[in-house]
Structure formats: C-alpha cells, structure tokens
C-alpha cells in the first residue's frame, strides 16, 4: 500500500529501522542491517523486516520502565497498558476516520473498495501522534478510499490472524 501510493514514510525505514520510536530505542531488524526500505523498494531479504516477532524486537524491548524493570515487549502486548488513556481516537461524528466493526472488518476483503484500515489503541502514544496526520488524509482522500480505525487492542487475536498486525 505504502509503495503502490507513494505514502510518506519515515526516513529511518531508509537505515534499516522498520519499526519508529526515536532512534535510541529502536533497532534495526535485522541488527546488521542489511535489509532496507528505501524509495519504496526493499534492499536486502524483507521476510525477516517483515516478520512479525522480528519488527516487535525493535519496539521498546530493553528499555527500562519507571520501576526499574525492563521492558520485553511492546506496549500493546502489556496487561493493563489499556487503562491509561480515556478518550478514543477520531471521535465518531466528528472525523472522517470511521470506525470499523469486526463483522465488517471481516467482509473487507471481498468488498472490493480500496481501505486504509488504521489498526489503533487509543492509550498508545504513537497512535495518539498519527490521530491528526491521518484525519488530514482521511480528508484529503475524499472517499477515494475509505479510512477506518480498528481498535487493535481489544481484539488482539482477530487483528493478527486477520490483519497480520
């Protein structure tokens, strides 16, 4: 999708860094950093930048949380990470992101329409940063293509065995 489009990406895709939090605490996958996205084009084998245990590794893992313990995965992956937030993301009524339900989730595929599906939880700072940028594109898109958020992290299972997320 990012390639077909020409989406803007982040220039640290270009270093070998597939998942982005600040460059300190994220790593390159694989470390060596032999496989890249630059211009829109994989350098190097992209099964392991692709992978899903491989891209986690470079969220968070290793960083030391308030308490002095360390951190072994992603924020998404943390019992009760959920309960820090209390508002949703692109507010029903208000946004041109609309929100998706699983059963049509589910019906996407065979729909037939181009969708941007925004796989989202509302407590997660990197979602909360893209809340504005992505309601600029749901805009400028203009029902060229749907927009839609899926809160990914009240339906965990689904999303990874549907959206591979």
């Given at each position: 999708?990012?390639?077909?489009?020409?989406?803007?990406?982040?220039?640290?895709?270009?270093?070998?860094?597939?998942?982005?939090?600040?460059?300190?605490?994220?790593?390159?996958?694989?470390?060596?950093?032999?496989?890249?996205?630059?211009?829109?084009?994989?350098?190097?084998?992209?099964?392991?930048?692709?992978?899903?245990?491989?891209?986690?590794?470079?969220?968070?893992?290793?960083?030391?949380?308030?308490?002095?313990?360390?951190k072994t995965e992603?924020g998404i992956h943390?019992?009760?990470?959920?309960?820090?937030?209390?508002?949703?993301?692109?507010?029903?009524?208000?946004?041109?992101?609309?929100?998706?339900?699983?059963?049509?989730?589910?019906?996407?595929?065979?729909?037939?329409?181009?969708?941007?599906?925004?796989?989202?939880?509302?407590?997660?700072?990197?979602?909360?940063?893209?809340?504005?940028?992505?309601?600029?594109?749901?805009?400028?898109?203009?029902?060229?293509?749907?927009?839609?958020?899926?809160?990914?992290?009240?339906?965990?299972?689904?999303?990874?065995?549907?959206?591979?997320?």
């Amino acid at each position: 999708y990012i390639t077909k489009y020409k989406i803007p990406i982040h220039p640290l895709h270009a270093d070998g860094y597939p998942s982005i939090g600040d460059k300190k605490d994220t790593v390159k996958v694989p470390e060596d950093g032999s496989v890249k996205y630059v211009d829109y084009k994989f350098e190097g084998n992209k099964a392991e930048w692709l992978d899903y245990a491989a891209e986690r590794k470079g969220r968070f893992t290793g960083l030391q949380n308030k308490d002095g313990s360390v951190k072994t995965e992603c924020g998404i992956h943390v019992a009760g990470a959920e309960k820090t937030w209390d508002r949703d993301l692109w507010e029903d009524g208000k946004s041109k992101v609309k929100e998706l339900t699983k059963a049509d989730a589910e019906k996407l595929e065979k729909a037939g329409k181009d969708t941007l599906v925004v796989t989202y939880a509302p407590w997660c700072q990197f979602c909360q940063g893209m809340e504005e940028e992505m309601e600029k594109f749901a805009s400028s898109m203009d029902g060229k293509i749907d927009v839609v958020k899926f809160r990914g992290d009240e339906e965990r299972d689904f999303i990874e065995s549907k959206f591979e997320a």
